[in-house]
């Protein structure tokens, strides 16, 4: 159990579904990370929050739609996503963004996109 | 950029036998280097770290040492298990930026 909890664990939806992936951490850190891991490729940074700010967005298409509410939950909003956004997400935190800062995961939600 | 690079597996060792999983490192200044493990079904654990040159990580018998004249990072187990069949990924921490960079990861199977 590494204090960052991600819901749900498995998703299947259709190229014209609307999804929400859920990320909450109770570790009492700052910064939350959206990744994504298709098979084969190194672990994408997609998203980092700090205080609720977004401070990177990696050149994500904008069917994915993050969002951050306060610091110890971040959302992943999908809509019209494709077959190749079929891979694991996985959501981190960190007690600040930057050197130093030890980054905690969680389980990931496996998305299949149909 | 900075990248890491790590041997391409699967790696397939016997229970008992000696580990190791080779990564380099290419990054300006002086970042942290990280170990983490991946088993099935599951997110990333972090295993061991190193903030710098010279430094030892070492947790549940595995170890790894920052080598900044080769800018490498090894991972080394004695004598591995079969619970130890996972994916093992190096990553580094920019010291300027704050970002986490992952190798491919390499695939460790351990046969009884």
């Known amino acids: 159990e590494t204090g960052v909890t991600q819901t749900p664990r498995h998703l299947v939806m259709g190229m014209t579904n609307k999804k929400s992936l859920k990320c909450e951490q109770h570790l009492g850190h700052n910064a939350m990370y959206w990744y994504k891991q298709s098979a084969k490729k190194p672990l994408e940074l997609m998203f980092v929050?700090?205080?609720?700010?977004?401070?990177e967005n990696n050149s994500v298409p904008s069917r994915f739609s993050p969002e951050c509410p306060n610091s110890s939950h971040l959302f992943l909003h999908l809509h019209t996503l494709q077959p190749e956004d079929s891979a694991l997400y996985l959501c981190a935190s960190s007690q600040d963004y930057g050197w130093g800062n030890i980054q905690y995961f969680g389980a990931g939600t496996r998305l299949s996109v149909l | 950029g900075d990248s890491v690079t790590q041997m391409e597996g699967p790696v397939t060792l016997s229970e008992e036998a000696f580990l190791t999983i080779n990564c380099t490192y290419t990054?300006?200044?002086?970042?942290?280097l990280f170990w983490y493990v991946q088993y099935p079904g599951e997110g990333l654990q972090l295993l061991l770290k190193a903030t710098k040159a010279d430094d030892k990580g070492s947790n549940k018998g595995f170890e790894a040492t920052y080598r900044k004249e080769t800018t490498s990072f090894h991972l080394e187990k004695g004598s591995v298990q079969v619970s130890d069949s996972a994916v093992y990924f190096c990553?580094?921490?920019?010291?300027?930026?704050?970002?986490?960079?992952f190798g491919q990861g390499t695939e460790l199977s351990v046969k009884p």
């Open positions: 990054a300006t200044g002086y970042p942290s």
């Open positions: 990553a580094l921490l920019q010291n300027q930026g704050g970002k986490l960079i």
């Open positions: 929050y700090n205080f609720k700010e977004q401070t």
